[in-house]
């Protein structure tokens, strides 16, 4: 694509908060790889038939028909003359994937309601119109949320699924041409309403901030199949959901306005594998408005300096879209980037293909401990409202985890559900446990997760819908014991899964070193090492800082007095001899820049910078975009855009953001946060009745040699026990609902390599 189509569709106005990174156009091996993709994702069935398009359209048509029928008959019933009643409107809007045309067969779409002054969403939307959709026989599955968030009507019209929320305007009739991106239609409008407008506004904010809609819509499909594969797409776990993938694939679109979705999807891993969190992802500046709503900004609102992944809305108010991020889920997405980036490092060294990149990530053969959570209810419609319900406080477990073990053992939440057919009414979810990295165990220290589960059950069980036969259970399960309906066909792998990236990898490793000392090539191999040196002492820069980043806004600094015992042990780092040794070998090795060409082009090694509002404006000027660099050039091209992207991280917000001493995420429910500290001090008091099987005791740390393995993010080591013990009673004096009794307390208990070794999987 050539720079004047940029400078056509925008009016010759740049797009984004800095200039592009690179202007440079596509190879023709992008455009090659490029058509690779296109047909892997269309091979993968990720677009709808054109049957089905047209029963979207017809589906959103008659619902628009449906609440101009209501807002006319709820007009008529509150008095309002004839004619009024006559010019009463509503209008349906949609957003989210359907809207930003990446949708895939059988998807929800998202959509909006948005109604005049007198139409109230208590009284008429959830009233009336769930009266109306509730007698017609198109309409299934209808499901009301007025208590969410975001309040929401859940159905199936004619087998397509709906997402009706609703905006209450502060207008007596909605004009036909309503333009709901212009911020007077927030005007008196009610926290709610702002809430459900904002999924329309940024959306089409989204649209108008991308150079090319198509080649983004393109790359924005392979993100979400991406990200899905690996197991990081999910907003409820603490992933990030679709609107964020959506503005992080934006910005890079911005930062790369003439590449094609090739070119895209290799520079999304490489900027984000460097990207320092908590500084922000913006498409635009944030703007104050006029109508004093509040907007993210971390030097004014202490909440917001404790947002661990920044992703900010492009639309009035601007706001956090990812606040869910924990540190244990930013750093499994902080390692899935870098595999990415790697990944497709070798892909443009024609060494690996689409494959490789899209493999699903083998959750049940990663860890070697796993919390499984069971919910069961009386019926399908009740299952549905509890698993909605639970499923919104399990990102509450992995907090309570990290923070209760002092960030000593890190989480992988399972972003999908799971049931077992022969239990009616059930559903289930896993979690991967590990410790963390490099922290070795000193004899005698004692691990306990009793009062952690005891207050998510409880916590769980304050749902002001509980009815009987709404039940939960968590328990500890090893990865040999993982159930079969977790399988595709209930069948278990009789043994690992094929061979992975991360797998080849450390073969190519081992190879390549063992080459290096049989056939004297080593002269041949060290070609390039001072360029290798000098971007592998960039890289660890890089590293170090996100690191120090994360650490300072996930640890708590008060970590002595949370558990001295801990804070005295020195972090240390044991090479791990399962499945993540090909981290440990690369960390011993430098990668051949020479062996990864780059597709940016010729790359002049200038850098302009310049600022506007307060932001870096940083421009790489590009020559010959339409050739392949050589490789000193591409080595330099690399560092020339290392630096582009230090300079868009120099912006106002990183340095506001705030150890989270005083953040306390983990809320209870109203009525829970009432009683919490008295159950608190009944729990560690004492005050709780043991079971008359098993007494839940401690758990002491042990290891023999002063250490433990320390494992990557994949890895499971030997050196990781969870023991099992029957729950303790329930509360006393609180009995919102009966809790579960039966099932297993969890301990976790750390033991050396030597005590361990006969305990493996």
Not at 278 to 300: K, T, Y
Request: glycine share 6%; with cysteine; charged share 25%.
């Amino acid at each position: 694509m050539e720079r004047s189509g940029l400078m056509n569709r925008n009016n010759g106005q740049r797009l984004g908060i800095t200039e592009p990174i690179s202007l440079g156009g596509p190879t023709e091996s992008d455009v090659i790889k490029t058509r690779e993709v296109e047909k892997y994702l269309r091979d993968a069935g990720l677009y709808e038939s054109p049957e089905e398009a047209v029963s979207r359209e017809e589906v959103l048509g008659r619902l628009d028909q449906i609440v101009k029928i209501w807002v006319k008959a709820i007009s008529r019933s509150k008095g309002l003359n004839e004619q009024l009643v006559q010019e009463a409107n509503a209008k349906i809007f949609t957003f989210g994937s359907y809207r930003l045309g990446v949708h895939g067969p059988g998807a929800d779409i998202d959509t909006l309601c948005v109604g005049p002054r007198h139409a109230t969403r208590d009284e008429d939307f959830f009233g009336e119109l769930f009266r109306m959709l509730s007698e017609m026989p198109e309409v299934m599955e209808l499901h009301p949320v007025p208590d969410a968030h975001v309040p929401v009507m859940k159905f199936k019209f004619n087998g397509v699924s709906i997402d009706l929320l609703y905006a209450k305007l502060s207008l007596w009739v909605i004009p036909e041409d309503l333009d709901i991106s212009q911020d007077s239609i927030l005007q008196n409008a009610d926290e709610q309403t702002v809430r459900s407008l904002n999924g329309c506004r940024v959306t089409d904010q989204i649209l108008r901030l991308v150079p090319n809609i198509q080649n983004f819509r393109t790359t924005l499909r392979c993100m979400r199949l991406w990200a899905k594969r690996r197991g990081v797409y999910s907003n409820v776990a603490g992933f990030l959901g679709g609107i964020n993938w959506a503005l992080l694939v934006a910005r890079i679109c911005q930062l790369y306005p003439n590449a094609l979705p090739n070119m895209l999807v290799s520079r999304f891993f490489r900027v984000y594998t460097q990207w320092r969190w908590p500084n922000p992802v913006m498409l635009c500046a944030i703007e104050e408005g006029s109508l004093g709503l509040q907007v993210w900004d971390p030097r004014r609102n202490p909440k917001d300096r404790f947002h661990l992944m920044p992703i900010i809305t492009p639309a009035y108010p601007s706001m956090n879209s990812s606040y869910n991020v924990s540190s244990s889920t930013l750093r499994i997405m902080s390692e899935e980037f870098k595999r990415g980036s790697e990944i497709c490092e070798a892909m443009e060294a024609s060494k690996t293909d689409w494959d490789t990149l899209f493999e699903p990530y083998s959750f049940f053969e990663a860890y070697k401990n796993y919390l499984q959570t069971d919910i069961t209810a009386a019926n399908a419609d009740d299952l549905r409202k509890w698993k909605g319900w639970v499923e919104s406080r399990l990102r509450q477990l992995t907090l309570k985890i990290e923070r209760h073990t002092c960030y000593m053992l890190q989480c992988h939440p399972h972003p999908g559900d799971f049931s077992d057919r022969s239990r009616a009414f059930h559903c289930c979810y896993f979690m991967g446990l590990q410790r963390k990295q490099g922290v070795p165990v000193k004899e005698g220290e004692k691990f306990d997760m009793r009062l952690t589960v005891k207050e998510f059950k409880h916590n769980v069980l304050m749902y002001s819908l509980w009815k009987p036969g709404m039940e939960i259970s968590v328990s500890h399960v090893k990865r040999r014991d993982i159930p079969n309906f977790v399988f595709p066909g209930g069948i278990r792998p009789s043994r690992p899964s094929k061979v992975t990236w991360e797998s080849r990898r450390s073969s190519e490793l081992k190879f390549s070193g063992h080459a290096q000392d049989n056939s004297g090539v080593g002269k041949a191999v060290s070609k390039g090492t001072d360029n290798e040196r000098k971007r592998k002492r960039v890289d660890d820069s890089l590293e170090t800082n996100l690191r120090n980043t994360k650490c300072l806004a996930a640890v708590p600094p008060s970590t002595e007095e949370c558990c001295p015992s801990v804070s005295a042990i020195s972090l240390t780092s044991i090479k791990n001899d399962k499945m993540d040794t090909h981290r440990v070998e690369e960390s011993g090795k430098e990668k051949s820049e020479n062996d990864t060409p780059d597709s940016l082009g010729n790359i002049t090694n200038v850098v302009e910078v310049s600022s506007q509002n307060g932001q870096p404006n940083v421009s790489v000027r590009c020559n010959s975009p339409n050739k392949n660099p050589p490789a000193d050039d591409a080595t330099s091209s690399r560092e020339t855009e290392k630096l582009a992207i230090e300079k868009i991280l120099s912006g106002p917000y990183g340095a506001h953001q705030a150890v989270p001493e005083e953040l306390d995420e983990l809320e209870y429910d109203f009525e829970y946060r009432n009683q919490g500290k008295d159950i608190r001090e009944k729990l560690k008091g004492g005050h709780l009745e043991s079971s008359t099987e098993n007494t839940a005791v401690a758990v002491p740390l042990t290891s023999s040699t002063g250490s433990a393995s320390s494992n990557g993010l994949y890895s499971n080591g030997n050196s990781e026990e969870l023991e099992p013990t029957e729950l303790v009673a329930p509360l006393s004096n609180v009995t919102p609902a009966p809790v579960v009794q039966g099932k297993p307390l969890i301990r976790l208990s750390f033991t050396s390599l030597a005590k361990s070794t006969d305990k493996s999987l």
